[in-house]
């Protein structure tokens, strides 16, 4: 995937003291790439100009053209711890691997942990996609389908953003994820960590996926959460260009629920693409929205 850019000084020479790894490559890939930086720290990181692009798992930027794009910057060289849960709940960087959260055992008292690896297996690649694909990498490509970007809908997630000035934001994840492949990061801005607040991790959860082949991309995913004070809420995606999460302060009957359903997605809203037809999609929405509220509806733990 690397190599040498012809002319250019030997690997040794691209090595900074007391580094194995090189700091300056070269993907031979993508063609048009003309450098890739390994930053350790925040403090390296570059000014930001056109051609610019954060590489993180690769497995997508790798897997197209992206004739657009001059210098890539490796974040994993940051060297970022991949998850820390505390009292308060569970943060994950932007660089943990989907195969990584996968294999995360959380503490007993957060009931929401099956959620977490049936969104990780919604992502349905090879080994080698899920060891490099990342959270971060799945939130801001912001794919219909992104499977992260449903679980941290379903679980409040928070997003905290490094600016290029050196200034940090948090932002809901909802207001993260704007429509495919379109976000709220402004030009240099980079997804630092994801926070998932220990309140929702210690909801109860269901989940429902389909799609149109047995190995295919999410046409609908669909995860419900419920509180122990009885309140309720089902996260719709991959049926929708952006996540859609609807609360309600108790458990709604199926025609409310439906009721709520078509308010927030009119007719005409619906994702359209080669992993399913709007129409099809609204259908197994409702159906399965449906499922969801009915496997919640039993008393609270
Ligand atoms: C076989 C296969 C199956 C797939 N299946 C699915 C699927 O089912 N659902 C789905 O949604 N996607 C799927 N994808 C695409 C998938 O979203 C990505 O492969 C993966 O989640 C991207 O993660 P990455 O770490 O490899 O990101 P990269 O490819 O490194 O980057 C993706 C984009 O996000 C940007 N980026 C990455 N990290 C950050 C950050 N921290 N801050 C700011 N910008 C950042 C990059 O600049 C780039 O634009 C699939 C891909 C493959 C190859």
């Not at 992993?275 to 929405?285: I, L, S």
Request: net charge positive; hydrophobic share 45%; aromatic share 6%.
């Amino acid at each position: 995937m690397f190599g040498r850019r012809p002319g250019s000084p030997p690997v040794g020479k691209l090595l900074a003291k007391g580094s194995r790894r090189p700091s300056i490559w070269v993907a031979m890939d993508l063609h048009t790439i003309e450098t890739l930086i390994r930053p350790r720290s925040r403090a390296e990181l570059p000014d930001w100009r056109a051609g610019d692009a954060w590489l993180a798992g690769g497995t997508w930027l790798y897997s197209e053209p992206q004739p657009d794009l001059r210098r890539l910057f490796d974040l994993t060289s940051l060297g970022w711890p991949p998850h820390h849960a505390s009292r308060g709940g569970l943060t994950l960087s932007a660089t943990c691997t989907v195969a990584a959260l996968d294999r995360l055992e959380l503490p007993g008292a957060w009931i929401a942990a099956p959620l977490v690896g049936q969104c990780c297996r919604a992502l349905l690649g090879s080994f080698k996609v899920w060891n490099g694909a990342t959270v971060g990498g799945n939130l801001c490509l912001a794919l219909p389908a992104g499977p992260i970007i449903a679980l941290a809908t379903a679980l409040e997630g928070e997003c905290l953003l490094w600016a290029p000035d050196g200034s940090e934001r948090r932002l809901p994840v909802t207001d993260l994820v704007l429509g495919p492949q379109r976000t709220a990061l402004a030009p240099g801005e980079i997804l630092r960590s994801l926070a998932l607040p220990a309140a929702a991790l210690s909801r109860r959860t269901a989940f429902r996926r389909i799609s149109l082949s047995p190995h295919g991309r999410s046409g609908a995913l669909l995860v419900g959460t419920r509180a122990a004070d009885g309140g309720f809420t089902l996260t719709v995606t991959a049926s929708v260009p952006r996540p859609l999460r609807l609360a309600f302060p108790d458990l709604p009957g199926r025609d409310d629920l439906l009721l709520a359903i078509d308010a927030a997605i009119p007719d005409g809203r619906y994702y359209d693409d080669v992993h399913g037809r709007p129409d099809w999609r609204r259908q197994v929405t409702r159906l399965l929205a449906v499922e969801v509220r009915d496997e919640l509806a039993g008393a609270c733990p």
